[in-house]
């Protein structure tokens, strides 16, 4: 079993940055590739990043550029840097994470998410 804590969120306003983290305990080995995903009111949810056991990183469309995702795979934890946002993108970002083993296939996780505001 997997538990996942994020935080980091809050107000910024238009044009700030903000970082996430996102903090995984118990079973964590094998844990493939962790993300994070953003829902906002009346919108689909939206894949903003993701990083893979080896590095490789998928960013959504309308973040490259801006924002950077990290993990340290040691210490069980990844972070999101988000740079010039925009107040369409207020949503809730919420950490997730596969995880692959061999008797199981795979499992996703999730965490509780964090609000993220911006707003003048």
């Known amino acids: 079993q997997v538990q996942l804590v994020e935080s980091g969120g809050g107000l910024v306003q238009p044009g700030g940055s903000l970082r996430l983290s996102c903090a995984a305990s118990?079973?964590?080995?094998?844990?493939?590739?962790m993300g994070w995903i953003r829902q906002a009111p009346g919108k689909q949810r939206e894949l903003v990043a993701l990083?893979?056991?080896?590095?490789?990183?998928n960013y959504g469309e309308f973040v490259k550029g801006r924002f950077t995702i990290s993990r340290d795979n040691g210490k069980n934890t990844e972070s999101l840097q988000m740079n010039s946002l925009k107040p369409e993108e207020t949503a809730i970002y919420c950490c997730?994470?596969?995880?692959?083993?061999?008797?199981?296939?795979?499992?996703?996780?999730w965490g509780q998410g964090t609000q993220v505001t911006v707003s003048s």
């Open positions: 997730n994470a596969k995880q692959y083993r061999n008797s199981l296939g795979w499992t996703d996780y």
């Open positions: 990083v893979m056991l080896d590095g490789t990183t």
């Open positions: 118990g079973s964590t080995s094998s844990l493939n590739a």
